[in-house]
């Protein structure tokens, strides 16, 4: 009996701490003043998330609700408390001018247990600035340039494929074809061949290792709320061992670096690729094989991912707005006219609307909702009472902001005109944030914008895309996913030229 009163007490004592616990830590804003939302149990402010409602959807209605009246409010991703910052001017103060308070993402990795998570996207302080430094010159505007050939040798690949497709006597025309999957097969192929010299297959074979891989690379390896508690509990997740990364995905990679290391070491292979600089870096004693391998899966699920997105929501805005689509065609083939009918490096830089038009894809369905940092120390925002404690999380609504009325007149209209060199000048710098702001910004910018203008490009010039019976108007973004990506897939109808 008295080990079951010991038992007893033991679990209401476990379940009051928790509760106290919790609730002193939703108690945190209304104790500093700190406008907020009140917080459901558990869930934080995103109680709908998943079941009603996207992570954009709920940070965009809550961005409304708030910016006219406030620089920053109080918000809970489930346990973790986050500052929202609503302010555009304190937004490029803590991206540039304060930077050195900001430099962290406070992204958990484990790094011992985990290696392939800790790479330069995840990194914080002096890791972060060594590898930052030591990468900066694999994407410099020669080094990008260099891979264009291998680009335009895949989109010319991807071309014949959708012919193929849609010659088919299987296709049909009322129903369109699923383009979402095809465009990422071949933004893998292209991050494959450009970064590591490897032949992916994936757009000749959808089954391909490359693509398995790649379907998944962004699985969640546990729930939400266990990641939010690894990243307020950092120390007694790595105790735990707790990894983020899905085994599969780590394992892939760890091999996959490891051969192609090892024949290229063998055999002498030198490539002018981001896997060659690498191995340079390893070379100098700069670099284990763990930190290239963790490198090498960031900038593959950055050139795979955030660019695939792009590119079909792109083709499926065009498809929905002929006049858009026709105008972008006359400068695809007006350039590539004086150009001698070639596409080079510098045609593409003439294609000023391709631009434009990718840049509106953008704004209007940015890859991630939100971009995060965190203080290193105290920072008192100006002209306020506030001030940011030292390791709070502050949250940048990306998505909201480029949905905002105020900055982008009937934000739901596809408008490449939005992004002319006046009209740009007209707008906040911070107004637009879809390659981040910064010392943090993103360091494979260049190489996502060719992979994605290459591909539009070739793309336009061989085929025309237009809704069907089945395209979803208006498209939604999946409830079940990190990244942006639709709810049912991109039905279009595909004509050749």
Known sequence: MALLEVLVCFICGSVLLIYWTLSKRFSYFRNRGILHDKPSFIFGNVKEYRRTKNIYQILQEYYAKYKNTEKIVGFFLY?????????????????VKDF???TNRGNYYNKKDDPVAAHLFNLDGVDWRKMRTKLTPTFSSGKIKSTFPIIVDVANTLVEVLEDMQNSPLYDTDVGMEIEDLISHYTTDTIGSAAFGLDCGSLRDPNSKFSDISKTILDFRHNI???SLANIFPKVARILRIKILPEKVSKFFLNFVRQTVT????????????????????KSGDLTMEEITAQVYIFFVAGYDTSSSTLTFCLYELALNQDIQNKARSEINEVLSAHKGILTYEAMIDMKYLLQIMYETMRKYVVTAFLLRQTAEDYFVPNTDYVIEKGMTVLLPVDAIHHDPDLYPNPK???????????????HPMAYLAFGRGPRNCIGSRFGKMEVLVGLCLLLKNFKFSATKKTQIPIKSSMFKLLRASEEGVYLKVEKL
Do not use: S, W, Y
């Not at 346990?79 to 991206?95: T, W």
């Not at 024949?263 to 390893?282: C, K, P, S, V, W």
């Not at 209209?413 to 707008?427: G, H, S, V």
């Open 79 to 95: 346990f973790r408390k986050v500052v929202i910052l609503l302010d555009l001017d304190l937004i490029k103060d803590i991206c």
């Open 263 to 282: 024949f290229r070491e063998q055999t002498g292979t030198q490539r002018n690729d981001f896997l060659n600089l690498l191995m340079e870096l390893r």
């Open 225 to 227: 709320i266990i990641v």
């Open 100 to 102: 050195g308070n900001f």
């Open 413 to 427: 209209l596809f408008d490449p005109e939005r992004f002319t060199a006046a009209e740009i000048e007209k707008r």
